[in-house]
């Protein structure tokens, strides 16, 4: 399949939401329990176990 499921653009806007390695520690406190998270900090939580999504 060589279509790109994303547009460079929506690219480029994914990467604005990675989480800078403060937030992920903070996030990976909480990897026992995600459900409890807020729906922001699950989205973060769940785009930082992506490999090499930075």
């Given at each position: 399949?060589?279509?790109a499921?994303?547009?460079?653009?929506?690219?480029?806007?994914?990467?604005?939401?990675?989480?800078?390695?403060?937030?992920?520690?903070?996030?990976?406190?909480?990897?026992?329990?995600?459900?409890?998270?807020?729906?922001?900090?699950?989205?973060?939580?769940?785009?930082?176990?992506?490999?090499?999504?930075?």
């Amino acid at each position: 399949m060589s279509e790109a499921i994303f547009s460079m653009d929506s690219n480029e806007q994914l990467l604005k939401f990675t989480p800078v390695v403060e937030k992920h520690a903070l996030l990976d406190e909480h990897k026992e329990d995600i459900e409890s998270l807020a729906r922001a900090d699950r989205f973060l939580y769940e785009i930082s176990k992506i490999p090499h999504y930075e």
